[in-house]
């Protein structure tokens, strides 16, 4: 059974910084593209960063400039290092892995349950 948790949430103040990890079990995301999704309340879950098998990246442009996005393949763990929080960042994140290099949901074939992040003001 494949499955993916993350970790690494909680509650933290603005301009704080947070480290997620997404541990990833029962296959080897060997080639899979690795990607970081958030959803707020009331709002449709969003792209955030991902990565590449090779470790190419991408990022919103809500996010970049302030968090990373890295894996570490023997470990088959992907991390998201938050930087710089905003109340805005506030949601619950996932990590999905997926075959194409996508930013697209549905391109993304295997999710976590989420770590919820909170950044007050």
């Known amino acids: 059974q494949v499955q993916l948790v993350e970790s690494g949430g909680g509650l933290v103040q603005a301009g704080g910084s947070l480290r997620l990890s997404c541990a990833a079990s029962?296959?080897?995301?060997?080639?899979?593209?690795m990607g970081w999704f958030r959803q707020a309340p009331g709002k449709e879950r969003e792209f955030v960063a991902r990565i590449r098998w090779s470790g190419g990246d991408t990022y919103a442009d809500s996010v970049k400039g302030r968090f990373t996005i890295s894996r570490d393949n023997a470990k088959n763990t992907v991390y998201l290092q938050m930087n710089s929080l905003k109340p805005e960042d506030t949601a619950v994140y996932y990590c999905a892995g997926g075959i194409g290099p996508s930013s697209l949901i549905g391109t993304y074939d295997y999710w976590g349950q989420g770590t919820q992040v909170t950044v007050s003001s």
């Open positions: 029962g296959r080897t995301f060997t080639g899979y593209v």
